[in-house]
């Protein structure tokens, strides 16, 4: 089996190869006369096992099911580092996040612990906000700290989420700015779920934007620990074997659906890109399974870095797929950028692949041999 996606080989042999990109924003468009919105939808620290449409028995998810149902199941798709803040550098900028030094959790400076993005990378909101695409990130952004680091900074026109790495699900009595939920830097106080929260601003976000393209950039913190759950959900899997997985998988799972079924009424669901994926493998201490992989969170065998993944689009690509093939994270952006009809000239580098042609049957093979 290859093992492209190991941080010490695959990652060293391609940034010996590749420069690094520039932070002005070089592309060109041949835009699509009805550029389709695009959609990133991160769960965390999820398990390879812990779907239905990877197999599992015990969690319930027919939302995603369906996504999958009507998209392509890729089953050997890869992150970039096996834990989550390197893994998001990676995946919003399309390149190895060694390039500009972004390598594991905790290292760096400032308050979210880690060392953020380097001020001279593109991110994807960078590129779709210059192509008139409407941007926002939710949930869990975990990519630096300081000013230079706010979503706002980076291409998101709007923020609504928190900074840190990781929060309760409830709301926090005196919040730090790390664990606020924030909106554009404003704090937001909130009653209830998180999970739901995100999810409501989800649908609204749609919502407001239905006639115009828009790029979501949707990171639940779902299921990372705390392992925390709404009582009425905790009661629907009081006999489960992992009751609190069971309880916050299913709350994850209602509130895509929520989303889906925005975008399906407001008539955009078939011109609209989705991506479903984890940031890495299923953790040890949060009753996650990886299945047949072995390893988890945090070490490099697979169960740390292959993923669950999804992609989704109903007007272009012919659903109740299967694609065996070695696809990565990095990707993302590629397939992205292609779907859009953007252009990308030199000064932009990307370490991906674009994936289109093998979901349309006009390649066959492996996406990175």
Same mark, same amino acid.
């Given at each position: 089996?290859?093992?492209?996606?190991?941080?010490?080989?695959?990652?060293?042999?391609?940034?010996?190869?590749?420069?690094?990109?520039?932070?002005?924003?070089?592309?060109?468009?041949?835009?699509?006369?009805?550029?389709?919105?695009?959609?990133?939808?991160?769960?965390?620290?999820?398990?390879?096992?812990?779907?239905?449409?990877?197999?599992?028995?015990?969690?319930?998810?027919?939302?995603?099911?369906?996504?999958?149902?009507?998209?392509?199941?890729?089953?050997?798709?890869?992150?970039?580092?096996?834990?989550?803040?390197?893994?998001?550098?990676?995946?919003?900028?399309?390149?190895?996040?060694?390039?500009?030094?972004?390598?594991?959790?905790?290292?760096?400076?400032?308050?979210?612990?880690?060392?953020?993005?380097?001020?001279?990378?593109?991110?994807? #909101?960078?590129?779709?906000?210059?192509?008139?695409?409407?941007?926002?990130?939710?949930?869990?952004?975990?990519?630096?700290?300081?000013?230079?680091?706010?979503?706002?900074?980076?291409?998101?026109?709007?923020?609504?989420?928190?900074?840190?790495?990781?929060?309760?699900?409830?709301?926090?009595?005196?919040?730090?700015?790390?664990?606020?939920?924030?909106?554009?830097?404003?704090?937001?106080?909130?009653?209830?779920?998180?999970?739901?929260?995100?999810?409501?601003?989800?649908?609204?976000?749609?919502?407001?934007?239905?006639?115009?393209?828009?790029?979501?950039?949707?990171?639940?913190?779902?299921?990372?620990?705390?392992?925390?759950?709404?009582?009425?959900?905790?009661?629907?899997?009081?006999?489960?074997?992992?009751?609190?997985?069971?309880?916050?998988?299913?709350?994850?799972?209602?509130?895509?659906?929520?989303?889906?079924?925005?975008?399906?009424?407001?008539?955009?669901?078939?011109?609209?890109?989705?991506?479903?994926?984890?940031?890495?493998?299923?953790?040890?201490?949060?009753?996650?399974?990886?299945?047949?992989?072995?390893?988890?969170?945090?070490?490099?065998?697979?169960?740390?870095?292959?993923?669950?993944?999804?992609?989704?689009?109903?007007?272009?690509?012919?659903?109740?797929?299967?694609?065996?093939?070695? #696809?990565?994270?990095?990707?993302?952006?590629?397939?992205?950028?292609?779907? #859009?009809?953007?252009?990308?000239?030199?000064?932009?580098?990307?370490?991906?692949?674009?994936?289109?042609?093998?979901?349309?049957?006009?390649?066959?093979?492996?996406?990175?041999?």
């Amino acid at each position: 089996m290859k093992y492209i996606f190991h941080l010490s080989i695959f990652s060293l042999l391609f940034l010996a190869c590749k420069g690094e990109a520039s932070q002005q924003v070089q592309t060109e468009s041949n835009p699509e006369q009805n550029p389709p919105n695009i959609i990133v939808i991160v769960a965390d620290d999820a398990g390879y096992a812990d779907f239905g449409f990877m197999g599992c028995k015990d969690l319930e998810t027919p939302n995603i099911d369906n996504l999958a149902n009507n998209g392509t199941i890729f089953t050997d798709a890869h992150v970039t580092a096996s834990v989550c803040a390197p893994s998001r550098a990676g995946l919003l900028t399309g390149k190895y996040q060694q390039r500009f030094g972004f390598e594991a959790n905790g290292t760096g400076y400032g308050g979210s612990g880690d060392i953020g993005l380097s001020d001279d990378v593109v991110t994807m #909101a960078d590129v779709f906000k210059a192509h008139k695409y409407k941007t926002i990130a939710l949930g869990k952004w975990h990519l630096g700290g300081t000013e230079t680091d706010h979503p706002n900074e980076r291409g998101f026109d709007e923020f609504y989420g928190f900074i840190g790495g990781g929060r309760s699900y409830f709301p926090i009595k005196n919040p730090s700015y790390e664990h606020m939920l924030q909106q554009n830097g404003k704090q937001v106080v909130f009653d209830g779920y998180l999970t739901d929260v995100l999810g409501d601003r989800s649908v609204a976000f749609v919502e407001e934007n239905k006639n115009q393209p828009f790029f979501m950039y949707l990171a639940y913190n779902a299921v990372h620990t705390p392992l925390e759950a709404k009582e009425s959900d905790l009661e629907k899997y009081k006999d489960a074997p992992r009751q609190y997985l069971a309880a916050m998988t299913w709350s994850l799972d209602e509130n895509i659906g929520k989303l889906l079924k925005k975008l399906e009424q407001s008539g955009i669901l078939d011109n609209t890109l989705i991506f479903f994926m984890s940031d890495n493998g299923g953790a040890h201490n949060n009753q996650s399974s990886n299945g047949i992989l072995k390893g988890w969170k945090g070490n490099e065998f697979e169960g740390g870095h292959r993923v669950p993944f999804i992609v989704s689009w109903p007007s272009k690509i012919k659903g109740n797929q299967t694609f065996n093939g070695l #696809a990565s994270s990095l990707d993302i952006f590629t397939t992205s950028l292609a779907a #859009a009809g953007i252009k990308k000239d030199g000064t932009l580098e990307l370490d991906g692949v674009n994936l289109l042609p093998y979901l349309t049957h006009e390649k066959t093979g492996n996406p990175h041999d």
